[in-house]
């Protein structure tokens, strides 16, 4: 695909999306009318649209909820685990490294 092409691309999409701005909306006009590739592309693209759309499905409450708290409690887990390996690291003798490792791993690999 062109650079020519990959533009027509981008602003057939934009104006499905509706984000063009005033200016790129005259030049649209103008493509619409003078342009037969530009017309094959967003006919492509309000079609690729209409198929999205049907095919999205509303997110129930509580699966939102589910994917908030897993995104936000993986984050938070990695947190807590750079925290503590920080701490215990510092406080904890060379000795000691090895039992720390075995801790680490079998404590954060099942939560």
């Known amino acids: 695909m062109n650079s020519r092409q990959q533009e027509l691309g981008d602003l057939a999409l934009r104006l499905v999306q509706g984000k063009l701005s005033?200016?790129?909306?005259?030049?649209?006009?103008d493509l619409i009318l003078h342009d037969p590739e530009f017309l094959r592309v967003l006919q492509l693209e309000v079609a690729l649209a209409k198929?999205?759309?049907?095919?999205?499905?509303?997110?129930?409450?509580?699966?939102?909820?589910?994917?908030?708290?897993?995104?936000t409690g993986s984050a938070r887990a990695g947190l807590y685990m750079?925290?503590?390996?920080?701490?215990?690291?510092?406080?904890?003798?060379?000795?000691?490294?090895?039992?720390?490792?075995?801790?680490?791993?079998?404590?954060?690999?099942?939560?």
């Open 22 to 29: 005033s200016a790129e909306k005259q030049v649209v006009q």
């Open 51 to 71: 198929n999205f759309t049907s095919v999205k499905q509303p997110i129930s409450g509580s699966m939102k909820s589910r994917v908030y708290t897993g995104v």
């Open 82 to 111: 750079d925290v503590f390996r920080t701490v215990l690291k510092k406080t904890l003798p060379q000795a000691a490294q090895p039992a720390f490792k075995l801790i680490e791993r079998s404590v954060f690999a099942n939560g």
